[in-house]
């Protein structure tokens, strides 16, 4: 499928991946749609790529329904879903004094990270069957989530977080599988150690020893660098139904 002439939305499309990810759609000929809660960033973006901008908090789903009918008003029907709107949090399970995993935060990772990308793809799924198949294979859309290596292997503090990713991760195949007749492909991309506005917070020093800790090539990973896979997943059509690691051949250890 093109990504030229095609709409996108991306949630979480303010800052750090989803952002790369909306410049390099954009820069592809794609009419761009961001959703997030950050409003002065996300509309500054926005207006920079001659997109549009929605504020909205993935974890409702009116607000996601509401987000993607002004999408469809503005832009038109979506054809490219990017679901990169998430958060990480550590906590142990147990501490000094017990319990120590807030019930209410695990609560608030699933609902942004699982829930969120679960509102964004069904919804917008069930807009893209209502455009026209194109070229040989009938396409009408791709969704992209966004897992993460700990889904795999999570590390100590990171229960909610990768229990989170897991879950992304486990949604792309029934979900591929159930859009299949519609002409749909559903992938999800588990970035490694990658330099979001997380990371770039931290000092140089710990920024550089993440990054050697990556075999090959021995640094944090480049936004662009996921951007690139995402436009990649919307041109390649046999991609479908499964999760690429995106991570320089790393794996993390307990901590």
Known sequence: MDVAGSVAVISGGASGLGAATAKRLAAEGAKVALLDVNTEAG????QDLGGAFFTCDVTQATAVAGALAGVEAQLGLPRILVACAGIAPGAKTVGRDGASHDAALFQK????????????????????????????????GVIVLTASIAAYEAQIGQIAYGASKGAVAAMALPMARDLAPLGIRVMALAPGLFKTPMVAGLPLEVQEALGAAVPYPSRLGDPAEFAGLVAHIVENGMLNGAVLRLDGAIRLPPK
């Open 43 to 46: 509309e500054a973006l926005a």
């Open 109 to 140: 990772v699933m609902d942004i990270n699982v829930m969120g990308s679960f509102h964004l793809a069904s919804q917008g799924a069930a807009m893209m069957a209502r455009t026209s198949p194109e070229g040989p294979d009938g396409a009408r």
